[in-house]
């Protein structure tokens, strides 16, 4: 069994920052991919980014140049560093993680932290 903790929603102001974490933690051998999704009232969930194992990094446009992802093997933590912040980055965001055990491979989910950006 995994679980994933994400942490660091909270409310800002437009033009600030926020960093989110999520950590995994569990029956873990390793992790390949991490990302980080969104879901705002109404809308559908959407990816924001998304990292391999690599450090290959992935970016919606709507965040390019405002978010970096990055992750710590050593703590099986994806990070998401946000700046810039829009009232239309409000959403729930979660993470996601591809996790292979000793036998198998699955796709795990977090339960979300909420980002909301208001004046």
């Known amino acids: 069994q995994v679980h994933l903790v994400e942490s660091g929603g909270d409310l800002v102001q437009p033009g600030g920052s926020l960093r989110l974490a999520c950590a995994a933690s569990?029956?873990?051998?390793?992790?390949?991919?991490m990302g980080w999704y969104r879901q705002a009232p109404g809308k559908q969930r959407e990816l924001v980014a998304v990292?391999?194992?690599?450090?290959?990094?992935n970016y919606a446009d709507s965040v390019k140049g405002r978010f970096t992802i990055s992750r710590d093997n050593a703590k099986n933590t994806v990070y998401l560093q946000m700046n810039s912040l829009k009232p239309e980055d409000t959403a729930v965001y979660s993470c996601?993680?591809?996790?292979?055990?000793?036998?198998?491979?699955?796709?795990?989910w977090g339960q979300g932290t909420p980002v909301t950006v208001s004046s």
């Open positions: 996601n993680a591809d996790i292979r055990h000793t036998i198998g491979r699955r796709v795990y």
């Open positions: 569990g029956s873990i051998f390793s992790i390949n991919a």
């Open positions: 990292i391999t194992s690599g450090g290959g990094t």
